[in-house]
Every structure is written in structure tokens, then in C-alpha cells.
């Protein structure tokens, strides 16, 4: 999604910085005012990338307008991949109601 190689090879692809390059990159894709990066692991183990831990997931959400990012480092603990996907996505609706106020 854009991300600059350099940038994984120095943080991995499950990283603070890579969510913020995401969210960076989107936001220039779709020329639109907000940009959301996000990545990391729903506890499961990731065979091509075993760095960092399993459960921990990065979120950033980028405001083109104020040239601002907004950052999340949350863990996922719920027993199931979508119950996590939820948590998540309640999560960034709760920051963009916040962001956009």
C-alpha cells in the first residue's frame, strides 16, 4: 500500500511506522482528507514476518487538512479473528468521531 521498502526493513511490516506510512499513502492514492493505516497481528502467528508479538495491532489515521497523525497501539485478546476485527473497527470509528469533531 505503498509503503516505502525502507521503512519495513528498518520497523518490519508490524509496526507504528508502517501503519503511519499506510495512512499516509492512502490518503495520496484516494486524494481524500483521511487516511487509515493499519497492521499487526490477531493472535496468529505470522510465518514470513515471526517479529513482534502476536496480539498487538497499530492504527493510524492521517488528516491530509492538518497534516496530522493520530496513533493507536492496541492489543487483541478477543477469542476469535472477527470478534478482533470488530474490537478494532469500533476503535477507529471512536477516533475519527473524535478527530472529526
Given amino acids: 500500500m505503498g509503503v516505502p521498502k525502507e521503512i519495513i526493513d528498518k520497523y ?3 509496526s507504528m511506522e508502517t501503519a503511519v506510512a499506510m495512512s499516509k499513502a492512502i ?8 487516511g487509515i493505516g493499519i497492521t499487526g497481528k490477531l493472535n ?3 510465518p514470513n514476518n515471526k517479529t513482534g508479538a502476536d ?11 492538518h497534516d496530522k497523525i493520530y496513533k493507536e ?14 474490537h478494532i ?6 477516533m475519527l468521531l473524535t478527530i472529526i469533531k
Wanted: no cysteine; proline share 0%; hydrophobic share 30%.
Fill in 12 to 14: 518490519t511490516v508490524y
Fill in 27 to 34: 490518503t495520496d492514492f484516494t486524494n481524500s482528507n483521511y
Fill in 44 to 46: 496468529k502467528s505470522d
Fill in 55 to 65: 496480539n498487538i495491532v497499530y492504527i493510524a489515521i492521517y488528516d491530509h487538512d
Fill in 73 to 86: 497501539k492496541m492489543t487483541v485478546n478477543k477469542e476469535s479473528r472477527i470478534l478482533n476485527k470488530d
Fill in 89 to 94: 473497527i469500533e476503535k477507529i470509528i471512536n
